[in-house]
């Protein structure tokens, strides 16, 4: 029988734990392992527990893709991208601000979104001081295009990394499922950035030529590196489309995808192991341990039965109540370790409650952390990145400066995400999707000729 001191030391190292964590007093990975250290050393779970608490799914996905990206990101493809996307927008600031952000949302679908941000934002200064404007329109539409771009597949995104590993969801399911509403909210959000910046985003005609000069083949470094590395990430993207198909693990995927890339490019695999953010990995390994010993004292599960009680065990209200909950926390607290305690509450929520099937109350997690992190400047790992470089670029983004634009937007991606959970649990087929993708196709039509005569108009008073 648990004892009652368990469940309150169990209890009081996680909370001391999440709040050391967003107080940013002490660095978050040193945090989760001193929080990991207590309940072994405490013996609230023992250390074989606690080893097998570790998601190593979870690890093994990110260890592989740090190393894929590390290694590309030497051959300039990253860079080629933004100042490609920067000329094609013939170096007028409202479409630069459009095609940076695509190019984040899409390399964030596909990639970390933490390691996309970091290639992104310096190109984004360079185009910025070029133009002789403020980058932070820039910065803030790229913070908000990495969140919502990670959101639409199963390794964008932290949180999708995790839901995916503990459940039988797969790639393609994070892209039929959530793929849909994302190009919705994606074509919501940037055109309103855009109204919201359009006075800070004009440039004289002959700054614009600047851009125009810009060559973006210089940044190509090596060409024959470029051509293996896209080869091993597009046959890596190309499992992660498969594997449950074929029955193996994500990680398997993205660590078989690292060797392969090792072996082909023969680099030396000591440089390739620190290219691997550790410090996040270890994150990720001491928080998986404190989740598992609230797990193992049974708090998670009476915290199920309580928000079971709370909405009578229906799986509509269950799921809408997640997703605002996980918005809102996510706002203010990082997305991971509250994905990570969610995650066994609702597991014990389907075996508590009966519930068949749970991918109504998975979307909803999803939806609801990853597009969350928009809501304020330390709500997601990128957020805090974009913040912390601008910083050192002598470009100070403020708490509430972020949050007086991001959360009302944010805010906005919950709204249209309610509209489709309920089109999903409606329908619970493809419907719902073809509905929803088609309200939103409707909308950009209906916004973009709105967002043009605004845009029209600006123009007119300027002159």
């Given at each position: 029988?648990i004892?009652?001191?368990?469940?309150i030391?169990?209890?009081?190292?996680?909370l001391?734990?999440?709040?050391v964590?967003v107080?940013?007093?002490?660095?978050?990975?040193?945090?989760?392992l001193v929080?990991?250290a207590l309940?072994?050393?405490?013996?609230?779970?023992?250390?074989?527990?606690?080893?097998?608490?570790?998601?190593?799914n979870?690890i093994?996905l990110?260890?592989?893709?740090?190393?894929?990206v590390?290694?590309?990101?030497h051959t300039?493809i990253f860079e080629?991208?933004a100042?490609k996307?920067?000329?094609?927008?013939?170096g007028?600031?409202?479409?630069i601000?459009a095609?940076?952000?695509?190019v984040?949302?899409?390399l964030s679908?596909?990639?970390?979104?933490?390691?996309?941000?970091?290639?992104?934002?310096?190109?984004?200064f360079a185009i910025?001081?070029?133009?002789?404007?403020t980058?932070?329109?820039f910065?803030i539409?790229e913070?908000?295009?990495?969140?919502i771009?990670?959101?639409?597949?199963?390794i964008?995104?932290?949180?999708n990394i995790?839901?995916?590993?503990?459940?039988d969801?797969?790639?393609?399911d994070f892209?039929f499922?959530?793929?849909?509403?994302?190009?919705?909210?994606y074509?919501m959000?940037?055109?309103?950035l855009?109204?919201?910046?359009?006075?800070?985003?004009f440039?004289?005609?002959?700054l614009?030529?600047?851009?125009?000069?810009?060559?973006?083949?210089?940044?190509?470094?090596d060409?024959v590196?470029?051509r293996k590395?896209l080869?091993?990430?597009?046959?890596t993207?190309?499992?992660f489309?498969?594997?449950q198909?074929?029955?193996?693990?994500?990680?398997?995927?993205a660590?078989s995808g690292?060797?392969?890339l090792l072996?082909?490019t023969?680099?030396d695999?000591?440089?390739?192991l620190?290219i691997?953010?550790?410090?996040?990995?270890?994150?990720?390994?001491?928080?998986?341990v404190?989740?598992?010993?609230?797990?193992e004292v049974?708090?998670?599960?009476?915290v199920?039965?309580?928000?079971?009680?709370?909405?009578?065990?229906?799986?509509l209200p269950?799921?809408?109540?997640i997703?605002?909950?996980s918005?809102?926390a996510?706002?203010?607290?990082?997305?991971i370790?509250?994905v990570?305690?969610?995650?066994p509450?609702?597991?014990?929520?389907?075996r508590i409650g009966?519930?068949?099937?749970?991918n109504f109350?998975?979307w909803?997690?999803s939806?609801?952390a990853?597009?969350?992190?928009?809501?304020?400047?330390?709500?997601?790992s990128?957020?805090?990145?974009?913040?912390g470089m601008?910083?050192k670029?002598g470009?100070?983004?403020g708490?509430?400066?972020?949050?007086k634009?991001?959360?009302p937007l944010m805010l906005m991606?919950?709204?249209?995400?309610?509209v489709?959970l309920?089109?999903w649990?409606?329908?619970?087929t493809?419907?719902?999707?073809?509905?929803?993708f088609g309200?939103?196709i409707v909308?950009?039509?209906f916004?973009?000729p709105?967002?043009?005569?605004l845009?029209?108009k600006?123009?007119?008073d300027?002159?």
């Amino acid at each position: 029988m648990i004892e009652q001191y368990q469940v309150i030391i169990a209890t009081s190292v996680f909370l001391i734990t999440y709040i050391v964590i967003v107080s940013e007093k002490v660095h978050r990975t040193v945090a989760a392992l001193v929080g990991a250290a207590l309940v072994v050393l405490t013996g609230i779970i023992d250390p074989e527990k606690a080893v097998d608490a570790i998601d190593f799914n979870t690890i093994g996905l990110l260890v592989g893709m740090m190393i894929i990206v590390g290694i590309t990101r030497h051959t300039g493809i990253f860079e080629f991208l933004a100042i490609k996307a920067a000329k094609s927008s013939q170096g007028e600031p409202l479409k630069i601000i459009a095609a940076l952000s695509l190019v984040t949302a899409i390399l964030s679908a596909f990639l970390d979104n933490v390691t996309t941000v970091l290639l992104i934002v310096p190109v984004t200064f360079a185009i910025a001081r070029q133009l002789k404007i403020t980058p932070l329109p820039f910065l803030i539409a790229e913070i908000m295009a990495s969140n919502i771009g990670g959101t639409a597949t199963l390794i964008g995104d932290p949180p999708n990394i995790m839901i995916g590993s503990a459940t039988d969801l797969g790639f393609m399911d994070f892209v039929f499922n959530l793929t849909p509403i994302v190009l919705i909210i994606y074509v919501m959000t940037i055109p309103l950035l855009q109204f919201i910046f359009r006075k800070q985003l004009f440039a004289k005609e002959e700054l614009k030529e600047n851009i125009m000069r810009l060559n973006e083949r210089e940044e190509l470094k090596d060409p024959v590196l470029l051509r293996k590395s896209l080869l091993v990430l597009s046959l890596t993207i190309l499992g992660f489309v498969l594997h449950q198909y074929v029955h193996l693990e994500s990680s398997v995927i993205a660590l078989s995808g690292a060797t392969l890339l090792l072996l082909v490019t023969k680099e030396d695999p000591e440089h390739a192991l620190q290219i691997v953010e550790w410090p996040v990995i270890f994150f990720f390994i001491g928080l998986f341990v404190v989740v598992g010993a609230l797990e193992e004292v049974g708090v998670i599960e009476a915290v199920a039965r309580w928000s079971l009680e709370m909405t009578g065990g229906n799986v509509l209200p269950t799921g809408i109540l997640i997703l605002w909950l996980s918005a809102v926390a996510s706002a203010f607290v990082d997305n991971i370790p509250f994905v990570a305690t969610m995650i066994p509450l609702i597991q014990d929520m389907g075996r508590i409650g009966g519930i068949a099937d749970l991918n109504f109350l998975w979307w909803s997690l999803s939806l609801g952390a990853c597009l969350g992190g928009n809501g304020t400047v330390i709500g997601a790992s990128a957020n805090v990145v974009v913040i912390g470089m601008a910083e050192k670029r002598g470009q100070y983004i403020g708490f509430i400066d972020f949050f007086k634009i991001a959360f009302p937007l944010m805010l906005m991606s919950i709204v249209i995400s309610t509209v489709y959970l309920l089109f999903w649990y409606v329908f619970h087929t493809q419907t719902a999707m073809l509905v929803t993708f088609g309200t939103g196709i409707v909308m950009a039509l209906f916004l973009r000729p709105v967002t043009v005569m605004l845009l029209k108009k600006r123009v007119r008073d300027n002159c």
